[in-house]
RNA sequence: GCGCUGGUGGUCUAGUGGUAGGACAUGAGCUUCCCAAGCUCAUAGCCCGGGUUCAAUUCCCGGCCAGCGCACCA
């Protein structure tokens, strides 16, 4: 399986174990320096692609928020499994799923534990497993969500966040403001996320606290299309939902043609686009790469549309991002749970005048006149004006308040049969990429992973991208002698001044010193020797070629730059 | 969470009821060399807790961690 790469991560500072000194925390990894600087160079380039190219703003939310913003998400419910094992052969399922599969109930998820309980023992449900009664067995909770208390005491429970985006969508509101009330506009994050996942997995694939870099994307539903013209000679890889439940197989088409056949929702269609430019240039090996539709049966509840890019490591399929239309679920969520509102105002091309009778009443005549039933009074005129407008064609109107009639002059109730509207209120309908930066990277480097052999000799590299791999050029004295190593150090300060991450070493043989950086994907080595004394000129050496070149040190700058 | 297998320097591993040996890597020195050369020296290890025992890294129990399967997750 994957060995030499966890080794090698380990050994060279990719990522590690967290705490290992106290036993290890189960899902918890550490990224070290080569590791650190190969996910910053990642994250900043999916900023250049996803946010600055697309004009796009990126905002910082905090990982922990309080339990209402969870209720809304609907992630309390969610992520808050009910869990049931069977004491003959100790399996645990979903307690919920077993009743919805063996009885008419369809929303189990809904019911309390008791109810669940109860159902079970009333309808004699069994293990699926062994067939062993589940009748009085307790059904106990799991959830994903890691609770802590903000403040002190319990008053008042917080969750670290599950995902980055509701981050963005709580703070919608405001966020709207910046995009001056206009759409469509993308907000991102880039951050931590946290699940407490049952049984982490496989290295960093799967762990308890990881990176997600989202992209929310709120629309009109009815006005914005994307710009499909632009990208829809891509070809990409989509294995769709109907190819998944016969024998299809996975098509490569261009995401022209995949709009057209309505395969794709077309704003999924276009960031599937982006999105396999981009992987592939940060390494991903395209070959191994494939977009695949949720089935109709792994939805979400409020996703219409849902492709995940998934890559094959070591022969299985993991996903790395998912591309969710998630409609106006989580807007409307918040709208109705919080105190705030979560709509854009659409505004008309044209003002357009709508039959709405209502009315305006001049309270600076009804108050002095009426007391405390002017306020009444102005209720039942406006009900009147639903009712009856053609009552206020008269000179005089009549209400009743508490039994007793006034008559009111129809000029004091400023009866209007029409209204003008500019426009209205909507909400957006949200697209979501959604990266997993961990997995990403544990597939950069997966499918970046060289073995060969040089003269008898095994030769193990990381072949990266020049643009994100960690250190760009190693600087090395051919020997430690005859102020070699004083001309090395002085380039290796040089090419720092500009830029570049540079290592300087001296250590041991010079094909020692390549194959360290071999080993941690630096592109480009640099060796000073008796020759760039004479002639100020020194040997370039290739990392996945190990062809060398003599390159002018006055040249250098211009060389590196070109290829990275 | 359940099951199986495992846990010895940074890495890969040998071995043992009397606290460990190698290789690689790393550091210093010699060598001064364009692809892991050689020599000398050095640094560094038995996952944690309990039990049995005169004595446990080794045997037993529990835990932690890892890989895999089931389940869960997307």
Known sequence: MSEPLTELAKRRGFYFQSSDAYGGASGFYTYGPQ???????????????????????????????????FEASGHLDTFDDMIIECPACERSFRADHLVEDETTIEDAEAMSFEAI???????????????????????????LMFETNIGPGSSAPGYLRPETAQGIFVEF?????????????????????????????RSIVRVREFTQAELELFIDPERDTPSIDRVQNVTVPLYSATAQEGDGEVVRMTIGDAVEDELVE???????????????????????FRYRQHRPDELSHYASDTWDAEVSVDGNWIELTGFAYRGAYDLTKHDDYSNEEYTIFRQYDEPVTVEEPSVDPEMSVLGPEYGSDAGKIADELASLAESDPDAF?????????????????????????????????ITPHVVEPSFGVDRLLYTILAHNYREDEVEGERRRSLSLPSSIAPTTVGVFPLMTKDGLDDRARELARKLRVAGFTVTYDDSGQIGRRYRRQDEIGTPFCVTVDHESLEDDTVTVRERDTMAQERVPVDALEDYLTERT
């Open 117 to 143: 309980e109860e159902t079970i023992a009333e309808n004699e449900l069994s293990c699926p497993s062994c067939g062993n009664s589940l009748a009085d067995v307790a059904v106990s909770a799991f959830n």
């Open 266 to 288: 077309e704003w999924i269609a276009y960031y599937l686009a982006i999105a396999a430019e981009w992987y592939e240039s940060v390494g991903i090996d395209m070959e191994r």
């Open 173 to 201: 509101p405001q966020l709207k403001e910046y995009a001056r009330n206009q759409l469509p506009f993308g907000v991102a994050q880039v951050g931590r996320a946290y699940r407490n996942e049952i049984s982490p997995r």
């Open 35 to 69: 590791g650190a600087a190969l996910k910053r160079n990642v994250i900043d380039a999916w900023r250049e692609r996803f946010i600055t190219q697309e004009g796009h703003m990126e905002i910082d939310a905090p990982t922990v928020m309080g339990e209402p913003v």
């Open 393 to 425: 064609d008269a000179e005089s109107v009549t209400v009743t308040v508490d039994g007793d009639a006034y008559t009111i002059a129809t000029d004091v109730a400023n009866f209007s049969r029409t209204a003008t509207k500019n426009g209205e209120h």
